[in-house]
């Protein structure tokens, strides 16, 4: 198994795809913070100014709420990037043909998928970081700016960073198991963007507006990254609520183990070559 570890570990950091998408992540997570905070904090005055009281519009946070939402965005919308490297992890190998070799030297494909699930955790960690460092930068310094409190000193604020981090990591988890289901490099990446950016927002929303099915919504993949950072921009604007955060990771490794088990029934099983 370390042998195995090993060279997973050697083909990922032979690639740039771990640090190119910690880079994107970063860059993209202090522009959407910087525009919603800025977004909230205007629509706050805006909402002061007219004698609209916090709470009482679905669109207009108090200063607490304003900060959680925008500290915990890397969760709401970026967990896409760790998802992508956790799915190239398995799909670059197809795609370059080195898949083969790899089992040659392996044949063992239930430890060689627990290395690619175990050897992508540093990485998703390095993701992860610079995600929710950028989100918190970006964030932080447009609250500041702006003269609204960051309440970067408030432990359950504080709380919800190191949480999303968590959140973070464990997506990059369901990416393995998922790319080892589809093994298409380009599909794998459109699908896994086209579901976490429009399939499933729209999906809780529409959800979540019934009684019968509000419950489903708490449990799809984005709802339960969500949950294990313990706040959102869906709760704090009252679209949705969010399972416990215990139950978020639960709900998000059954995802991870369910993608890999299917993975290693069908693609990890027949013959490949």
């Not at 740039?16 to 919603?36: D, L, P, T």
């Not at 290395?115 to 610079?130: G, S």
């Not at 504080?158 to 998922?178: D, K």
């Amino acid at each position: 198994m370390i042998a195995a570890l090993r060279t997973e570990v050697r083909k990922i950091t032979t690639t740039r795809a771990w640090w190119i998408n910690a880079s994107v992540m970063f860059a993209y997570m202090v522009v959407m913070a910087g525009i919603m905070a800025a977004s909230f904090a205007v629509s706050r005055r805006a909402a002061d100014e007219a004698g609209v009281a916090p709470g009482s519009d679905s669109f207009v946070l108090d200063p607490q709420s304003t900060a959680s939402s925008v500290y915990t965005l890397a969760v709401a919308l970026g967990y896409i990037f760790p998802a992508v490297l956790g799915a190239l992890v398995v799909t670059t190998e197809f795609r370059h043909r080195t898949i083969t070799p790899t089992l040659l030297a392996e044949p063992r494909r239930t430890r060689v998928l627990a290395a690619k699930l175990l050897a992508v955790l540093p990485f998703a960690l390095v993701v992860a970081l610079a995600g929710v460092l950028g989100t918190v930068l970006g964030g932080a310094v447009t609250l500041a700016a702006l003269g609204e409190p960051t309440f970067l000193a408030d432990p359950q604020i504080q709380r919800t960073i190191a949480l999303s981090v968590v959140a973070l990591v464990v997506w990059s988890l369901v990416g393995v198991g998922f790319g080892s289901v589809l093994t298409n490099q380009v599909a794998a990446i459109v699908v896994l963007l086209v579901f976490t950016q429009f399939v499933e927002p729209l999906l809780r929303i529409l959800l979540a507006q019934f009684d019968a099915t509000e419950m489903i919504s708490k449990f799809l993949p984005g709802a339960a990254g969500e949950a294990i950072a313990g706040s959102s921009l869906y709760v704090s604007s009252g679209l949705a609520e969010l399972l416990a955060p215990w139950q978020g990771v639960l709900v998000l490794l059954a995802y991870a183990v369910v993608f890999t088990a299917i993975g290693r029934l069908t693609t990890f099983r027949r013959d490949i070559g």
